[in-house]
């Protein structure tokens, strides 16, 4: 009788683990937009959206994330081809774009700060900072795994568990896009609106 | 160890993508966007249509991602994936549905300046 | 706000123990911790402790640590209680108790959080490591090394509230922490940090093992087992990890944003600057509610396995059982507002939730009357899990019509924060869900360890638990219709309230006693072990997978995966051996387990340190904390070595070897 575990490639397991910890991510979010949305309007005095967002920096951030899911996208394609040159280039590309979208968004937050509007000032700024921050931290983490996962790629190739692990964060970084569709929605556009 | 085996066909794997539905899937989004952002820096209705309209266009574009970069709906049967993001669905939309009920009504009766409102409202009775 | 200057932050000497109160439990604290240390040491088990159990990813043994530490913490916060009972009733008129304000509001915020998370939660998360896996005929949960995160994690949880008696304080805002009261103006000390942190750290343990279990039950069922066959107690474990799912997010943003708001400046409930503290109270609820029901909701569970056992007959209406579990799950998320009807929205927005809430008892009802059809023309046998079941059945229907009442919005006008509210609170949690856990653990011990618990012991406990919990919590249904609130430390002897407490007081010297008969009757067992030893793998003639394994269960559970085609398949088994159907001879294969870890502690330990760190404010410490548990998990998710084999030789001689010793055939 053989004594090695068969080999079955049975990721739904793992996946569907996957899938439900970022359900659960989904809410730890909506319960951030709720907070927003409830404490949007509550400026105390200081500066509202209106005055605050610059509309066309948030559109590029927007198609930024955009794009690089997108590429994200073709990355997978590439690995589950076994393409290693395919699956690292696009992976670069999305963590370039990745990198941009990070350094309009803290330019944003600085420009903030610099001029008196930090996480202080009320509580508008404190739900946005968090609300976009929490977002923010996300990617910085996704980013990193990222650059880890595509050191693994380059030293071993595309193992079993390397494409898993990639799946997951193809998963992951697909979801803040989902979430940055609706903080452009709710948070920039809809402070836009009115003041 | 680690073996380099290849992935041979998933079995009962998570759907995945094809090249055509992540170009598809990256069109109709960018389309959403901008059309949002161009309806909104043009200010191209009132303030409660625009908000509706591009929280439609909102939602819109998260079941493009849905189908086209996370495909779900390419799940084969039992769809497990489905049912809890329909749950997740759910339960986002009664606490952000419910707290913004719940707290518009509270801070309308229980907050100084709106409490006038309320007592100039309920002025004659 | 932080203190960069300095290199430990708030830490200074001060934060020792100041006063003979918080003397005294520091020094139990401590005493006790040096007290296992020194057993460990004396008897030379220290090797066995890192070995067998601390690094084990068998879910038996994680659920075994779990319901080790959710009992000690048991006889911590019954401490609490007994200490605030006492104080209730002797401070009246001139005479102030034993306990200043400040301790007392200490003493009933350590009370609660520690029932809730770490019994409750304790408990639950203990039971359903042990049995789950088995019922469904899998040999682990989905993730095991998870599994073992999650356990240090609500270890960690532990160790913070009971830190905060040997170093610091603790919250003195109620077991939820409401601002402005727990916003840093008015509790300017590390108390809230400790409760937010411990809380934190916890819950993240319980999200995962949420996300665990679900995904246990649904991708890990053995060969016919479908949804409609599982056993109540997975359905009831299903429902209530959605529950956490969903749930336990919402915990970690709140407590996050109080955080936040107490050491970064933020505004999100504070007096001014634009918070709104009302938003606190919704989203904390938002979590609370639901996280009652993920308390019950396997307690129910625990309920349907042992009234169908010990009537010997099967569970009655499954399939409306199943129904109603989900119809909780759904509903729970739509009632929360009835924990704040008096914070001031309108007459619809109350009635509405009023309405949900009464809607939501109707399930609940309906699994009442489904295990009372399960014992109509029975053959009841009343051994100790089922004496629990009843003293559950009697009290958490009186408790549940007094919910229905308080979900009134009027009436709860006049009774909220009354005590009329504790008892009922007390009622549900403590017939609902103590009980149930301890009629679990009664009715599975023997599957565990190897022998039955002591009868007679498990009688007295029953009684005094059930006769003392009256005694403690009747009286405070009066009271609080009398108009007494909750929280008193003092009150004036006019009102008349102190035979009452003084009534409630011997109650809970009274469940005292029956926590002691639970802690003897372990004692005496296992001193008895050798002849009430479970022989057979069945000691009750149950139903269920579990009770076809030899007792103690190896660690591979099942050295062969069963089959079933029918909902009791261990029953449908039995039949079908006394009809002389032949027993079919096993099939061997090999299988795979994973190893022993110790980095789910690592992890633990680093996130100690950074609950410390942000509690203390010595960012150095979190730092390392945060970049430790980081290079944890990059070295396991490294090690291509986390699992060993058992060949289908070595399996079929362990099998026979268990199966004899367990007396099966």
């Given at each position: 009788?053989?004594?090695s575990a068969t080999v079955q490639a049975d990721d739904s397991k793992p996946i569907l683990g996957f899938w439900i910890?970022?359900?659960?991510?989904?809410?730890?979010?909506?319960?951030?937009?709720?907070?927003?949305?409830?404490?949007?309007?509550?400026?105390?005095?200081?500066?509202?959206?209106?005055?605050?967002?610059?509309?066309?920096?948030?559109?590029?951030?927007?198609?930024?994330?955009?794009?690089?899911?997108?590429?994200?996208?073709?990355?997978?394609?590439?690995?589950h081809?076994?393409?290693?040159?395919?699956?690292?280039?696009?992976?670069?590309?999305?963590?370039?774009?990745?990198?941009?979208?990070?350094?309009?968004?803290?330019?944003?937050?600085?420009?903030?700060?610099?001029?008196?509007?930090?996480?202080?000032?009320?509580?508008?700024?404190?739900?946005?900072?968090?609300?976009?921050?929490?977002?923010?931290?996300?990617?910085?983490?996704?980013?990193?795994?990222?650059?880890?996962?595509?050191?693994?790629?380059?030293?071993?190739?595309?193992a079993r568990v390397t494409i898993r692990r990639?799946t997951f964060?193809?998963?992951?970084?697909?979801?803040?896009?989902?979430?940055?569709?609706?903080?452009?929605?709710?948070?920039?556009?809809?402070?836009?609106?009115?003041? | 160890?680690?073996e380099?085996e290849k992935i041979v066909v998933a079995q009962h794997d998570t759907a995945r993508?094809?090249?055509?539905?992540?170009?598809?899937?990256?069109?109709?989004?960018?389309?959403?966007?901008?059309?949002?952002?161009?309806?909104?820096?043009?200010?191209?209705?009132?303030?409660?249509?625009?908000?509706?309209?591009?929280?439609?266009?909102?939602?819109?574009?998260?079941?493009?991602?849905?189908?086209?970069?996370?495909?779900?709906?390419?799940e084969t049967k039992p769809?497990w994936k489905?049912?809890?993001?329909?749950?997740?669905?759910?339960?986002?939309?009664?606490?952000?549905?419910?707290?913004?009920?719940?707290?518009?009504?509270?801070?309308?009766?229980?907050?100084?300046?709106?409490?006038?409102?309320?007592?100039?409202?309920?002025?004659?009775? | 706000?932080?203190?960069?200057?300095?290199?430990?932050?708030?830490?200074?000497?001060?934060?020792?123990?100041?006063?003979?109160?918080?003397?005294?439990?520091?020094?139990?604290?401590?005493?006790?911790?040096?007290?296992?240390?020194?057993?460990?040491?004396?008897?030379?088990?220290?090797?066995?402790?890192?070995?067998?159990?601390?690094?084990?990813?068998?879910?038996?043994?994680?659920?075994?640590?779990?319901?080790?530490?959710?009992?000690?913490?048991?006889?911590?916060?019954?401490?609490?209680?007994?200490?605030?009972?006492?104080?209730?009733?002797?401070?009246?008129?001139?005479?102030?108790?034993?306990?200043?304000?400040?301790?007392?509001?200490?003493?009933?915020?350590?009370?609660?959080?520690?029932?809730?998370?770490?019994?409750?939660?304790?408990?639950?998360?203990?039971?359903?490591?042990?049995?789950?896996?088995?019922?469904i005929?899998s040999r682990d949960v989905a993730f095991p090394?998870?599994?073992?995160?999650?356990?240090?994690?609500?270890?960690?949880?532990?160790?913070?509230?009971?830190?905060?008696?040997?170093?610091?304080?603790?919250?003195?805002?109620?077991?939820?922490?409401?601002?402005?009261?727990?916003?840093?103006?008015?509790?300017?000390?590390?108390?809230?940090?400790?409760?937010?942190?411990?809380?934190?750290?916890?819950?993240?343990?319980?999200?995962?093992?949420?996300?665990n279990?679900?995904t246990t039950i649904i991708k890990m069922r053995c060969k016919?087992?479908?949804?409609?066959?599982?056993?109540?107690?997975?359905?009831?474990?299903?429902?209530?990890?959605?529950?956490?799912?969903?749930?336990?997010?919402?915990?970690?943003?709140?407590?996050?944003?109080?955080?936040?708001?107490?050491?970064?400046?933020?505004?999100?409930?504070?007096?001014?600057?634009?918070?709104?503290?009302?938003?606190?109270?919704?989203?904390?609820?938002?979590?609370?509610?639901?996280?009652?029901?993920?308390?019950?909701?396997?307690?129910?569970?625990?309920?349907?396995?042992?009234?169908?056992?010990?009537?010997?007959?099967?569970?009655?209406?499954?399939?409306?059982?199943?129904?109603?579990?989900?119809?909780?799950?759904?509903?729970?998320?739509?009632?929360?507002?009835?924990?704040?009807?008096?914070?001031?929205?309108?007459?619809?927005?109350?009635?509405?939730?009023?309405?949900?809430?009464?809607?939501?008892?109707?399930?609940?009802?309906?699994?009442?009357?489904?295990?009372?059809?399960?014992?109509?023309?029975?053959?009841?046998?009343?051994?100790?899990?089922?004496?629990?079941?009843?003293?559950?059945?009697?009290?958490?229907?009186?408790?549940?019509?007094?919910?229905?009442?308080?979900?009134?919005?009027?009436?709860?006008?006049?009774?909220?924060?009354?005590?009329?509210?504790?008892?009922?609170?007390?009622?549900?949690?403590?017939?609902?869900?103590?009980?149930?856990?301890?009629?679990?653990?009664?009715?599975?011990?023997?599957?565990?360890?190897?022998?039955?618990?002591?009868?007679?012991?498990?009688?007295?406990?029953?009684?005094?638990?059930?006769?003392?919990?009256?005694?403690?919590?009747?009286?405070?249904?009066?009271?609080?219709?009398?108009?007494?609130?909750?929280?008193?430390?003092?009150?004036?002897?006019?009102?008349?309230?102190?035979?009452?407490?003084?009534?409630?007081?011997?109650?809970?010297?009274?469940?005292?006693?029956?926590?002691?008969?639970?802690?003897?009757?372990?004692?005496?067992?296992?001193?008895?072990?050798?002849?009430?030893?479970?022989?057979?793998?069945?000691?009750?003639?149950?139903?269920?997978?579990?009770?076809?394994?030899?007792?103690?269960?190896?660690?591979?559970?099942?050295?062969?995966t069963?089959?079933?085609?029918?909902?009791?398949?261990?029953?449908?088994?039995?039949?079908?051996?006394?009809?002389?159907?032949?027993?079919?001879?096993?099939?061997?294969e090999a299988i795979t387990l994973p190893?022993?870890?110790?980095?789910?502690?690592?992890?633990?330990?680093?996130?100690?340190?950074?609950?410390?760190?942000?509690?203390?404010?010595?960012?150095?410490?979190?730092?390392?904390?945060?970049?430790?548990?980081?290079?944890?998990?990059?070295?396991?998710?490294?090690?291509?070595?986390t699992e060993?084999?058992?060949?289908?030789?070595?399996?079929?001689?362990?099998?026979?070897?268990?199966?004899?010793?367990?007396?099966?055939?």
């Open positions: 009788m053989s004594s910890y970022i359900m659960t991510d989904c809410v730890l979010f909506a319960s951030l937009f709720a907070t927003y949305a409830v404490l949007y309007k509550s400026t105390a005095g200081g500066p509202s959206g209106y005055q605050l967002f610059a509309l066309k920096n948030v559109l590029a951030e927007t198609l930024i994330l955009l794009t690089s899911s997108f590429t994200c996208g073709l990355a997978m394609l590439a690995a081809r076994d393409d290693r040159k395919q699956t690292l280039f696009w992976f670069a590309v999305t963590f370039a774009l990745g990198v941009a979208f990070l350094t309009i968004e803290l330019t944003e937050f600085r420009h903030f700060v610099v001029t008196g509007n930090s996480w202080r000032r009320s509580g508008f700024l404190s739900a946005f900072f968090t609300l976009v921050g929490t977002h923010g931290l996300h990617i910085t983490i996704g980013l990193m795994w990222m650059v880890i996962l595509m050191w693994q790629v380059f030293k071993c190739g595309l990639l964060l193809s998963m992951f970084w697909h979801f803040l896009d989902i979430i940055w569709i609706f903080i452009f929605t709710i948070v920039y556009l809809r402070g836009a609106i009115a003041p | 160890m680690s380099h993508g094809s090249l055509a539905s992540y170009v598809a899937g990256y069109i109709f989004a960018v389309y959403l966007t901008v059309t949002a952002y161009l309806v909104v820096y043009n200010h191209l209705f009132s303030n409660t249509t625009l908000t509706v309209v591009i929280v439609g266009l909102a939602l819109v574009q998260f079941m493009v991602h849905m189908l086209f970069f996370l495909h779900l709906g390419r769809r489905l049912a809890v993001a329909l749950f997740m669905i759910m339960v986002v939309v009664v606490l952000v549905g419910g707290s913004l009920w719940i707290m518009s009504n509270l801070t309308y009766r229980m907050t100084p300046t709106q409490q006038n409102n309320y007592m100039n409202n309920q002025q004659g009775i | 706000m932080i203190e960069f200057a300095s290199l430990l932050g708030k830490l200074n000497w001060s934060a020792l123990p100041q006063d003979p109160i918080t003397a005294g439990g520091a020094a139990t604290v401590v005493g006790g911790v040096l007290g296992v240390m020194a057993l460990l040491t004396y008897f030379k088990r220290w090797k066995w402790l890192w070995k067998e159990w601390l690094t084990s990813l068998d879910p038996k043994k994680i659920g075994v640590m779990y319901i080790v530490v959710a009992v000690v913490m048991l006889v911590r916060a019954g401490t609490d209680a007994l200490m605030m009972r006492t104080q209730q009733a002797i401070s009246v008129g001139s005479n102030h108790g034993i306990l200043d304000s400040n301790h007392f509001q200490q003493i009933f915020s350590a009370h609660g959080t520690i029932m809730i998370f770490f019994v409750g939660m304790g408990l639950m998360f203990g039971l359903i490591n042990l049995i789950m896996p088995l019922q005929g090394f998870l599994n073992s995160i999650s356990f240090w994690l609500f270890f960690v949880g532990v160790v913070l509230v009971n830190l905060s008696l040997v170093i610091g304080a603790f919250s003195a805002a109620g077991w939820l922490a409401y601002p402005p009261l727990s916003e840093l103006r008015y509790s300017p000390g590390v108390g809230v940090d400790y409760w937010i942190w411990s809380l934190e750290i916890a819950g993240i343990g319980s999200l995962l093992s949420g996300i279990f679900l016919g087992m479908t949804l409609m066959k599982m056993p109540m107690f997975v359905w009831t474990v299903m429902g209530a990890m959605t529950l956490v799912i969903f749930a336990f997010p919402i915990l970690t943003v709140t407590l996050t944003l109080l955080y936040l708001d107490r050491t970064f400046g933020m505004h999100f409930f504070t007096a001014g600057d634009g918070g709104n503290m009302m938003m606190y109270v919704n989203l904390i609820w938002a979590w609370g509610h639901p996280e009652v029901y993920i308390l019950v909701l396997p307690a129910f569970g625990v309920f349907s396995e042992v009234v169908a056992t010990f009537s010997r007959k099967r569970l009655f209406g499954y399939t409306s059982m199943v129904w109603a579990t989900w119809a909780i799950v759904a509903l729970s998320f739509s009632v929360w507002l009835h924990h704040f009807f008096t914070m001031g929205a309108g007459a619809d927005v109350n009635s509405f939730f009023g309405i949900m809430t009464m809607i939501i008892a109707v399930p609940t009802g309906v699994k009442i009357f489904n295990w009372l059809f399960t014992m109509y023309r029975g053959r009841i046998l009343f051994a100790t899990p089922m004496r629990w079941f009843m003293g559950f059945v009697v009290l958490f229907t009186l408790g549940g019509i007094a919910g229905v009442l308080l979900g009134v919005p009027a009436i709860d006008f006049q009774l909220h924060n009354s005590l009329f509210l504790v008892a009922h609170f007390h009622t549900m949690i403590v017939s609902g869900v103590l009980f149930g856990y301890f009629a679990g653990i009664t009715y599975w011990f023997p599957k565990f360890a190897g022998f039955r618990l002591n009868e007679r012991f498990g009688n007295y406990a029953f009684w005094c638990w059930f006769i003392g919990f009256i005694l403690a919590f009747g009286p405070l249904y009066v009271l609080g219709l009398m108009g007494a609130t909750r929280r008193l430390d003092h009150y004036s002897a006019s009102l008349g309230y102190q035979p009452l407490f003084i009534v409630a007081g011997i109650g809970v010297g009274i469940i005292a006693l029956g926590v002691t008969a639970q802690l003897l009757q372990v004692f005496v067992s296992i001193r008895q072990r050798h002849e009430s030893r479970d022989t057979t793998g069945d000691p009750w003639n149950g139903r269920t997978l579990e009770w076809s394994t030899p007792s103690p269960v190896p660690y591979y559970n099942y050295a062969v069963p089959e079933v085609d029918n909902r009791d398949p261990f029953w449908a088994v039995k039949q079908a051996r006394t009809a002389g159907v032949a027993v079919e001879p096993q099939h061997y190893k022993n870890s110790a980095i789910g502690l690592y992890i633990g330990i680093f996130s100690f340190l950074i609950g410390f760190g942000a509690i203390w404010h010595i960012v150095w410490l979190a730092a390392i904390g945060l970049f430790g548990a980081f290079v944890c998990i990059l070295i396991r998710c490294n090690d291509d070595h060993h084999h058992i060949s289908a030789k070595k399996l079929e001689q362990l099998d026979k070897q268990a199966r004899a010793q367990g007396g099966l055939a």
